[in-house]
């Protein structure tokens, strides 16, 4: 039998192989691919964005969990499809119009998509129009948002008025190192993460 405590394992490790050949094992095995997505791979990033919160492993060690997840995920994907698992939710994620620092905000993605979350990656510079056509053709959730510079903050509230003036119920979440929880709330985005550990559970409040 599969072993997917080892599986979580080798994801907090980074260790990608084992995550790759564990993966597979387990699905050759037998075992269900939801089985292996929440005891072996989203427990193994919990633990990572837990220790993430505590300052316990720093962005490199994040990086390299996330990389041997996607690996994984990469077999485990078409299972996952077989059998009709869907994600916990939806979210478009992208860095705001003029800003092109995307470290963060990828880390957001990485950690987003290890909790089980279907993230679309807008990359940076993106448009309160691109946001708002792309949440209506996705029909996410979630919009989050993410700015490094106080001067292209500012189009975080474009967007949020976009989103409104075109009617879309999305909730909107908001980070990135110069935003606060109440430059948030003055905007009248719903959520705020100061980190991509805490990204996770302000996205599951925000679809809960
Ligand atoms: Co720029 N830069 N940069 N930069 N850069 C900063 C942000 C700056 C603070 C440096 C400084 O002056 N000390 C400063 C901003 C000042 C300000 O506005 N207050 C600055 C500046 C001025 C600029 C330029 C204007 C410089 C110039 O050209 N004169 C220029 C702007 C370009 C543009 O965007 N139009 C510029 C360019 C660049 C590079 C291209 C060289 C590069 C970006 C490369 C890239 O991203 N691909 C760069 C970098 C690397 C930085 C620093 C050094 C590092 C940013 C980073 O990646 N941090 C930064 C100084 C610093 O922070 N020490 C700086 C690591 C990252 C993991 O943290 O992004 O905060 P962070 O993400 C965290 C949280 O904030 C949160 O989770 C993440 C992980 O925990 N989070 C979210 C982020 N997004 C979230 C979204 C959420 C929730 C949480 O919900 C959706």
Redo the contacts with the bound molecule.
């Keep these: 039998m599969a072993d997917l405590k080892a599986l979580a394992d080798a994801v907090i490790k980074g260790d990608q192989n084992t995550a790759v050949e564990i993966t597979k094992a387990a699905l050759s095995e037998g075992t269900a691919a939801k089985a292996v997505l929440d005891e072996g791979l989203i427990a193994g990033m919990d633990v990572v964005g837990a220790r993430?919160k505590k300052n316990e492993v720093y962005?490199p060690e994040?990086l390299i969990a996330a990389r041997a997840m996607k690996m994984a995920m990469e077999v485990l994907e078409p299972e996952l499809v077989k059998a009709g698992v869907e994600p916990i939710g939806k979210?478009v994620?992208g860095?705001v119009q003029?800003?092109?620092?995307?470290?963060?905000?990828?880390?957001?993605a990485m950690?987003l998509k290890g909790a089980g979350f279907e993230v679309i990656d807008l990359g940076?510079?993106v448009a309160p129009e691109k946001f708002v056509a792309e949440v209506k053709a996705s029909g996410a959730q979630v919009?989050?948002?993410?700015?490094?510079?106080?001067?292209?903050?500012p189009g975080m509230e474009k967007t949020i008025k976009a989103l409104q003036d075109a009617g879309v119920t999305a909730k909107v979440?908001?980070?990135?190192?110069?935003?606060t929880e109440t430059f948030a709330q003055k905007i009248g985005a719903q959520?705020?993460?100061?980190?991509?550990?805490?990204?996770v559970d302000?996205?599951k409040s925000l679809v809960a």
């Excluded at 959520?191 to 990204?199: E, I, L, R, V, Y």
């Design positions: 993430f962005i994040v979210l994620v860095t003029g800003d092109l620092h995307d470290i963060g905000k990828n880390l957001v950690m940076v510079d919009v989050g948002m993410s700015a490094l510079l106080t001067t292209t903050m979440m908001v980070g990135g190192a110069p935003v959520g705020f993460a100061p980190d991509a550990a805490s990204a302000t996205a």
